[in-house]
Structures are given as structure tokens and as C-alpha cells.
């Protein structure tokens, strides 16, 4: 295979000159959020520039560019994920929307006191909190699957937590605080097996691993576009059209109906169904630019790439003096985890940035795993393929001087 040209990537990315504190910006902190391609930016502004009216209502000629761009933006959608059809692709503010749409939705009008939700110990707050609101809403119960003290998901005793009372489950593929992959084609067929549904957060997946939705078979599956390069405020939840049927309408509103008296109402089919409102039309075009950017870059060469700068930096980190790695599982992507001896993570966090170095410091909203593997916060450096050995170099130095007490 030719070699990645992260050269060449680095020029469609203007923000990775900015310079932070005398130095050239290192972004290292994208599971928060990633950088945004030229190619995203200039189709934000040519979509203000030349396309902007509200869709599918008005009959002049913006409208019909804005419904356009929209539309197609839904189709990019479908086709990055490999869904089978369009209609399966929701636009929602990001996976957090997405997730409590599911539950909110599907979940009120399907689970019974005592029916069972499966989650894992590795999810982000936003695949747990939603589960806790319908659960107590409901009378529904939250079982949660362990990971070994690697952080790899125990996936025997996730099978054995699923039982004849086990209605989702509800899983991500990759984990935020500690980057573990979790092995989503088997808990799919897991839950499956047993007649559940399964959601799959794809939040950190999407930007660093392919994913074919037609074949992995997901019921539902979450991501957020701001974390693969694409704007904030949009995200998708892709509702399977076999689900469609126990998926009752969210929020109600304009665009999502078909008629309305005021005793009653006619929805539209999905996708309009769930999209009550206003959407967000310039980010959802920006997002479809953002997945056509990496598709042209290439899903397999990036998720490639990454994994070589994640197993360049793993036994360079932990080779340091007060090191201690927080989630060494088998599989992970992009997300090297840990504490330093005698440093405060936040402390760690902001010696760093005075080398213009950003990484994030603190739980990153998934307390429960690392309080199950004995911390509360963490450092938390995350590549993307715009990232180099050189700039890991860096960050090494910087962890030795702090190590040796500089
Ligand atoms: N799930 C995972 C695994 C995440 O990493 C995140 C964002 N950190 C979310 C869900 C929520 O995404 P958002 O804040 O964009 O809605």
C-alpha cells in the first residue's frame, strides 16, 4: 500500500497552523471535536452564499437548491454508512439527540415494568442518562455489561445479562474515555438472537473505522457530524425501516405532518416524521461535504494511519517514568488514556497547552468506566489522521519533562 500523504491532508486543514503559545497548534483532542476541512468551510459558505431558503415548502428556486442540497446531504449520509435507504437517515443536533430520540420515542412506547436495557460500563453519559430517564419513566431496568481491568468489554457476560426480558440493547462501538473497540457484529447478533433491538453509538467510530449499517444490522445507530470534521449541530440517528413501525413520532411540529385539524393529526413517513421543524440545512450539507472529504481520503487508510499512530505512541507513553495507561484493551482506536504520578490531570492538560499541544483532562463524560478502572479523571490525547509521529514526539518530550520534573 502507498504510503498516507499526511502531508498533503494537512494543507486541507487551515486551522493546524494557528499558533498557540509560540507553538504550532498539535491537536490532540479529537474525540471532543475534530478540524474542519477547507472543503467543509467554503461549502457552508457557498451554501449562505447561493442556496439559502427553508425546504420542501416553498415553490421558487432557493428552495428548491436548499431542498436539493438537503436531500443529497441525506443520501451522502446513507451511502457513508451503507444504509439501505434514505429514509433510514435522521438529522438531529448529534448523537445525544439521537440517542434520546430512541429513547424518548421507542423506548416509552415499547418498554414494560421489569422489561430489561443493556448497556455497557464503557458508554459516554449520553448512552446512559437517556436509559435512566426512560427507565424511571417507564418502570423499566438498567443492566449494564463489565470490561476487564484492560477495559476490554467482557462479551460472555454481556450474552449472559441478555434474558427473555431484555428489550435494547444498547452499546458503543467505540469508547471515548479509554478507546476500546467493542466487537458491535456479536452483540448485534447477541441481541437479536434474544429479540431485542440494538443501538450502536457510533460517535467515535464513524471518523476511524468503516461501517456498513446494511450488514452490521443495527437497529439504531447514533454518530455526531462534528466528529468527522463536519459541523457542530448536526448528527444523525439512522432508524432501520424495520423499526419504523415501533417508532412512534417525537417532537411535534411543522414539516412533520401531513395534515393536521385540531383534533388530530397525519404524519408524514419517515424521514419527515421525526424531523419536526426547521432543521439545521447548511450543517447537513456541511456534513455530507465533510463525509465526501473522507471518503475521498479514504475510511481504511485513515482507520490504517491511526492505528499506527496510536501503536507508535502507546509503549513510548507508558515507557515513561509515573506513566499509568488507562484502558489497554486488545482493539482501541485513536484514544491513549492516562494519569502521570504525582500530576493533577488538569495540570498535565495546561503544561501541554503552553506547548500548544490540546488534549483533554477530566472524566470526559464517562464516569462510570473510570471509576470502574479507579480514577476520576484522566489525560486524554486522541489522533486523528491529520496527526504525525512528529507531533507525538513532541508530546512525548513534554510528558518526560514533566515526568522528570521540569
Ligand atoms: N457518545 C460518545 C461515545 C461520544 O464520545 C460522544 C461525544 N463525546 C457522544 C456520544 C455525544 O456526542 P454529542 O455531544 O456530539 O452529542
Redesign the pocket.
Known sequence: AEAFDVTSVRADFPILTERVNGHQLIWFDN??TTQKPQAVIDRLAHFYAHENSNIHRAAHTLAARATDAYEDARATVRDFLGAARSEEIIFV?????G?NLVAQSWGRKNLLPGDEILISELE?H??IVPWQIVAKATGAVLKTAPVDQAGNLLVGELAELIGPRTKLVAV?W???AIGTVTPVREIVELAHRAGARVLI?G??SVPHLPVSLASLGADFFVF?G??IYGPTGI?VVYLAERVWEETPAWHGGGNMIADVTIERSIYQDPPNKYEAGTGNIADAVGLAAALRYVSKVGIDRIATYEAQLLDYATPRLAAIPGVRLVGTAQHKASVLSFVLAGHEPEDVGRALNQRGIAVRAGH??AQPILRRLGLEKTVRPSFAFYNTVDEIDLFLQAIADLSGGE
Request: proline share 0%.
Open positions: 474525540a471532543a443536533r448529534g448523537a445525544t439527540e440517542i459516554h449520553a448512552n458503543t467505540v469508547a471515548n453509538d460517535a467515535q455526531s462534528h466528529k448528527g470526559h463524560c
